[in-house]
């Protein structure tokens, strides 16, 4: 269970790292979602990052 805990752990610090980070596309994301609602935001995320593709 220990590992597993740190695991745990690990994780949660890793998403409020991701969470805490500024990019110009989570400030475009949260511009789209205050504007036009979270639906919109998540349907230009996808359109967003789907032109990248696998690198």
């Known amino acids: 269970m220990r590992g597993f805990q740190s695991t745990i752990d690990y994780g949660a610090e890793v998403f409020t790292l991701v969470l ?3 990019s110009a596309e989570a400030d475009e994301f949260f511009k789209v979602a205050g504007a036009q609602g979270l ?5 230009w995320r996808d359109a967003r990052f789907a032109l990248e593709g696998p690198q």
Not at 39 to 43: H, M, N
């Open 39 to 43: 639906k919109a935001a998540f349907k």
């Open 20 to 22: 805490m980070a500024e």
